[in-house]
């Protein structure tokens, strides 16, 4: 592929990318970003940044689940500031004090820790719509997903009765009682993920980067998390190893292999 | 709008004619697949006592593996040395239609997989038309399970002449024909030796020569808004040039109210571009404080533009609640919405055979398509799907639900 050939089609995927998020804050002004830290979340803040000329006009929301990495949380706390952000941090403190842990089981955890929390912001700041970075290519569950996806106000993703989605006319109203996850970056692989952070110079966690012959492909909370072996140390080399890999981004992600289904639960529930 | 990179193809045809093993298979070609997928699909198979089953890699939910049905649309994604390719695995039962429309909408191309023992089926028929609707005009179709037919020409001569007529009616021709064993992977990504009385490409080959869409920098501009801000007291109006290139300086028109002003800064964070090409999604600030709105439309001053109440168009219906004749519902076009209402059906059509059910009809039942004439309570801007895509197509809602779509002719 010639280099100006790759220029011009990350803009394509970006377009469409801003075109979705000023859809969705165009139809519910009650939107939030849901930001992890992760490359992903911060590429969409990094685009809904573009998408608003640098001012993003609805709050950033962190789920913490209290067991992230370090990195992460001094990353989250420099670029909050950086951007100028609304950020509301949220987690299920009653969960936490009861002692839920990943040690106790993956679903219980995964699902207390992070869809209940998510649960309780929504239900405290009534949001309509929640931006989330996750992608088709990343997992066959997320593959099935809509741009913009309506849940119930028990959360429930009912992925049986979808909603048609056609062309870029997305479903714009619902019923009192739900709110939309919109999925911005759904056409995105992980290697576009990757040459488009080069070339925006967006800065990432340093998790990802190896380090002593490892590093982490897909970061989270630090007991989930495995690292890959590998010496890519710099964007440039984390592109070319992407290009050659035959080992899936989220073979480190404890939560994914529980049970070939454990990701179709955890979503069906509300999961991101 | 424009795709330069990702080639975005949809997997159509009747259940279990073998979609989403040609998919499958393809990926498996095309070494696409990381290591720990396939061992993940070989236990996943095992679970259910089968040999490794190709299609577990788009048919991810529970019940799709139990069931051996997918259920809704997914993508994947793979590479040729030539280009990249998202590959939209849609489902093949008639009760899954709204999820078959989900995947094919996003796509310049489609391959239709027919079953050569079975033939044209219901779905094969009805989703030809559908991807014909949707304005997809590039298509390669498989004949599929030619082991079943001893690699042998005659069967495979005999369904082809048939879908190739079948599609005619469509104004549809194919870009190739190709006999395959997707289980085995014969002509998938290299011509198999069994059929040497096969003169065409393989799929692969056949995929490499489809064309890519031109993004439409060369028609009139227009520019729906799509949303106002106000931004450090200036005042942004947000959207995507459909079409055209729009120029700083440039004399605009802004329909349906008629007033005119100047372009007088195209806003990209962080770029300050003189110009904005088709498929760009910009911000720009007018020389005048014209009062406007989501849904406006932006036109170069000369282009002579008319607004519309009155439009013909082609519907296809998927609700179960039939849409009838002057009854009240949304129409959304680009960003404008207004109230209208189906003046006439002048002819009711059964997309998987093409027959004409009724002329002058009533209404029209799900999973139909018709020949309509629309009229809306408001003039909107409206173009023929084939002159501006986006100004083309429309989506019918009833109680904010998605019931029917169409593009105007």
């Keep these: ?171 714009s109203k619902l ?52 690292p890959v072996n590998s010496r890519a140390d710099t964007i440039r080399k984390i592109i070319s190893e992407l290009k050659n890999t035959d080992v899936a981004e989220r073979s480190g992600r404890a939560q994914d292999k529980e049970d070939a289904y454990t990701m179709q639960k955890l979503r069906s529930l509300g999961y991101m | 709008m424009m795709e330069k990179c990702y080639f975005k193809l949809v997997l159509a045809g009747h259940i279990d004619h073998g979609k989403s093993t040609l998919l499958g298979r393809l990926l498996f070609e095309t070494k696409s697949l990381p290591k720990q997928k396939i061992t993940e699909i070989k236990t996943a198979s095992k679970a259910l006592g089968k040999d490794m089953d190709f299609a577990f890699l788009t048919d991810q939910l529970k019940e799709e593996r139990e069931n051996q049905m997918t259920l809704d649309t997914a993508q994947v994604f793979f590479r040729s040395r030539a280009r990249n390719y998202a590959i939209i695995d849609a489902p093949g039962h008639v009760e899954l239609i709204k999820n078959m429309i989900t995947g094919a909408s996003q796509a310049q191309a489609a391959i239709l997989v027919i079953d050569v023992p079975e033939g044209m089926k219901e779905q094969t028929t009805r989703h030809a038309s559908i991807i014909g609707l949707l304005g997809i005009k590039q298509l390669i179709v498989i004949l599929n399970k030619m082991d079943l037919a001893d690699y042998k020409k005659q069967p495979f001569k005999e369904v082809k002449d048939k ?46 020569s489809l064309r890519l869409k031109n993004p439409g920098n060369k028609k009139p501009l227009r520019f729906p808004a799509q949303d106002i801000y106000e931004i450090n007291g200036e005042r942004i109006i947000a959207g995507k040039v459909v079409s055209g290139v729009l120029k700083c300086g440039q004399k605009i028109t802004l329909l349906p109210s008629l007033l005119e002003a100047k372009i007088s800064a195209i806003k990209i964070f962080g770029e300050s ?101 629309i009229k809306t309570e408001t003039p909107i801007v409206v173009e023929k799907f084939d002159f501006i895509e986006d100004l083309g197509r429309f989506v019918l809602e009833r109680n904010f639900n998605p019931e029917g779509a169409g593009i105007i002719t």
Excluded at chain 1, 128 to 141: N, P, Q, T
Excluded at chain 1, 185 to 194: C, G, N, Q, R
Excluded at chain 1, 210 to 222: D, M
């Design chain 1, 175 to 226: 019923n009192s009682e739900e709110h939309f996850r919109i999925h911005p970056l759904l056409h995105w692989t992980e290697l576009d993920i990757w040459k488009y952070i080069q070339r925006e110079k967006i800065p990432v966690v340093p998790l990802y980067f190896a380090k002593n012959g490892l590093r982490y492909r897909s970061i989270g909370c630090q007991d989930c998390c495995s």
């Design chain 2, 273 to 373: 571009p003189k110009k904005a090409e088709a498929g760009k999604n910009i911000g720009i600030i007018l020389s005048e404080p014209l009062p406007i709105k989501r849904g406006d439309i932006i036109v170069d001053k000369s282009s002579g533009v008319r607004l519309n109440d009155r439009f013909k168009g082609e519907v296809f219906w998927w609700s179960k609640e039939p849409l009838r004749i002057n009854e009240r519902v949304d129409l959304r076009c680009a960003s404008q919405q207004v109230r209208c209402v189906i003046e006439k059906i002048k002819k009711r059509i059964d997309p998987s055979t093409l027959e004409v059910i009724e002329k002058n009809a009533a209404g029209l039942k799900i999973n139909e398509t018709g020949m309509v004439v």
């Design chain 1, 1 to 171: 592929m010639r280099e100006e050939e790759t220029l011009d089609y990350l803009n394509e995927l970006e377009n469409k990318t801003i075109y979705i998020i000023r859809e969705a804050y165009s139809r519910f002004r009650n939107t939030a970003l849901l930001w992890s830290m992760g490359k992903d979340s911060t590429t969409l803040l990094w685009i809904t940044r573009k998408a608003f000329f640098g001012h993003i006009p609805f709050p950033v929301i962190h789920i913490d689940t209290g067991f992230k990495f370090r990195e992460i949380y001094a990353f989250r706390d420099r670029y909050a500031k950086e951007w100028g952000l609304d950020l509301i941090i949220s987690n299920n403190a009653a969960a936490l004090q009861a002692g839920v842990h990943p040690e106790k089981g993956k679903f219980r955890c995964c699902h207390a820790l992070k869809t209940e929390a998510l649960k309780n912001s929504i239900a405290s700041y009534k949001f309509k719509a929640l931006l989330l970075a996750i992608r088709r290519d990343e997992h066959g569950i997320r593959a099935k997903e809509r741009y913009f996806s309506p849940r119930d106000n028990g959360f429930k993703w009912n992925y049986q009765k979808q909603p048609v989605e056609i062309w870029d006319l997305y479903q």
């Design chain 2, 163 to 208: 879908i190739l007529d079948f599609l005619a009616g469509l104004n549809i021709k194919p870009a190739a024909v190709i006999p395959v064993c997707a289980r085995s992977g014969a002509n998938v990504s290299r011509k198999s030796s069994l059929m040497r009385w096969y003169k065409g490409p393989c799929l692969l080959k056949a995929l490499n």
